[in-house]
């Protein structure tokens, strides 16, 4: 699968894989934030994601597989990848699939651990806009608040959505798929191989994702990782620390 990304700055290649409902789009000022320090960003749309290609199939051992074929495709050599959420379990099952073809690993907000399903609002949220009679942005976000109240998570999730070549609306995400696969974003690492290359895990001191009974857990996996955590930021730690987000992966690449 031919992944569409967006390719900020030159120099040593670094590769950022978003989360669930999430595209590139959401990284562009990070990517430039990190691009200006020398770096060549490639921030990649999942498959179902974005403008990368819809498949029926989808599971994080073709999202790993994708990685593959993407690093491969560009003639890349050792980059660093970052993945958040569900971005960063690919990047974990891409490690243990794939070792040697990347430097350092980047994970944001995740652990290598069974996550229950929790997106059942989003998915009924989005499923219920009917887009065959939807006429303009404000009718979807008015119809998607009676399932998701919090406005920064609903504006997220509404930039999926885009005016076609004929006026209409469309999702730029694969939702009868997502809402299928949707038990697999949080799946657990049934055959995990350890993973020698430094990783750094940053986590958010106000999300859920990461907490400090589940580090002797990733350094099971990952015995050369760093866990970090940002201070006053949430899941989306990118989006609401970006200035310590970014100085955190530099260093850490440095």
Do not use: C
Request: hydrophobic share 40%; aromatic share 12%.
């Amino acid at each position: 699968m031919k992944l569409f990304f967006r390719k900020t700055g030159e120099g040593q290649p670094i590769l950022i894989l978003h989360g669930v409902f999430g595209s590139s789009d959401n990284w562009f000022s990070i990517s430039k934030m990190i691009a200006e320090k020398g770096y060549a960003v490639y921030a990649i749309d999942a498959r179902n994601h974005g403008q990368s290609p819809r498949s029926e199939d989808f599971s994080y051992e073709l999202m790993a597989d994708d990685l593959n074929e993407f690093i491969e495709d560009n003639q890349l050599e050792k980059p660093v990848i970052i993945g958040h959420s569900m971005g960063g379990k690919t990047v974990m099952h891409f490690a243990m699939k794939y070792p040697n073809k990347y430097s350092k690993l980047i994970v944001v907000d995740i652990a290598p651990k069974f996550y229950p399903s929790h997106h059942g609002h989003i998915i009924q949220g989005l499923n219920s806009i009917d887009l065959s009679t939807l006429t303009n942005r404000n009718e979807a976000d008015f119809q998607l608040s009676k399932y998701v109240t919090n406005a920064g998570e609903k504006q997220f999730l509404l930039k999926n959505l885009y005016r076609t070549e004929d006026g209409k609306f469309d999702w730029r995400i694969n939702l009868p798929v997502l809402s299928k696969e949707i038990y697999q974003i949080g799946g657990d690492f049934t055959d995990a191989k350890e993973v020698s290359a430094p990783t750094l895990f940053l986590r958010g001191g106000e999300s859920g994702y990461i907490y400090d009974e589940d580090i002797p857990v990733i350094r099971d996996i990952f015995p050369n990782a760093i866990v970090q955590t940002i201070e006053g930021a949430g899941h989306w730690v990118q989006a609401e620390k970006p200035a310590e987000f970014v100085a955190a992966v530099l260093d850490f690449v440095k």
